[in-house]
């Protein structure tokens, strides 16, 4: 397996998915998913120009990145797994992306460690589309109010959203209502679609999408 072909190959899907979508290719932006890869695995991708990537575990990310960001300028690490409470300065230390915002508490965490901190990274709000219990993310019918409660009250800037449709349904009604919220909102960033769907996603008007296993291979 060439990680460096196979990113290339999802680059090129990239392009002309937008370009189908009467859209820039430019327009949407590649997250890496290295969730479970190791440092061998992930420098061929840096190496070959990708930038951006994305971690699902604090404690993961923690073993990983620090040395790779110290060879590579530019790096850009999204959180894109759940977040405990109990990792929250950990999270806003490390991480210059968090996609996860999902609960007040999460929320009042991040606004308290930002504020400890004086680090500003970027904030999604996850929304659970598909309202699945076993699922983390805001109920699409509290995303509005959420959104308020974060900007407003906490002080958060809030720059995206971001879903994981059911995987036993079609995800584009969940990616349209996922930027039905946005609009709503005056938020522009929708991170949405993964390798089996990304295609679709950008046809919904995705503006990052993250993929792992069409460039990394299976986990």
């Not at 995800?171 to 295609?199: C, K, Q, V, W, Y």
Request: net charge negative; proline share 5%.
């Amino acid at each position: 397996m060439d990680v460096r072909e196979n990113l290339e190959k999802v680059r090129a899907t990239i392009a002309a998915a937008a370009l189908s979508a009467d859209r820039k290719p430019d327009s949407v932006r590649l997250v890496a998913v290295s969730k479970t890869k190791p440092v061998d695995q992930i420098r061929p991708v840096i190496e070959a120009g990708q930038r951006v990537f994305g971690e699902n575990r604090v404690q993961e990310a923690q073993s990983k990145w620090p040395g790779l960001k110290a060879e590579t300028s530019g790096i850009e690490l999204h959180l894109i797994g759940p977040l405990q409470s109990n990792k929250t300065a950990d999270a806003v230390a490390l991480f210059d992306v968090i996609q996860t915002v999902d609960r007040e508490k999460i929320a009042r965490e991040i606004a308290r460690e930002i504020d400890k901190q004086g680090k500003s990274p970027g904030l999604y709000v996850q929304v659970n589309s598909g309202s699945e219990p076993q699922k983390a993310g805001i109920e699409p019918d509290q995303a509005d109010a959420f959104l308020t409660l974060c900007r407003s009250d906490l002080g958060l800037t809030i720059t995206g959203l971001m879903c994981i449709p059911p995987v036993d349904e079609n995800p584009g009604p969940h990616f349209a209502l996922l930027a039905r919220i946005a609009r709503d909102n005056g938020i522009e960033t929708l991170s949405m679609g993964m390798s089996d769907d990304f295609e679709t996603a950008i046809c919904f008007g995705a503006t990052e999408v993250r993929v792992g296993s069409a460039i990394f291979g299976a986990r």
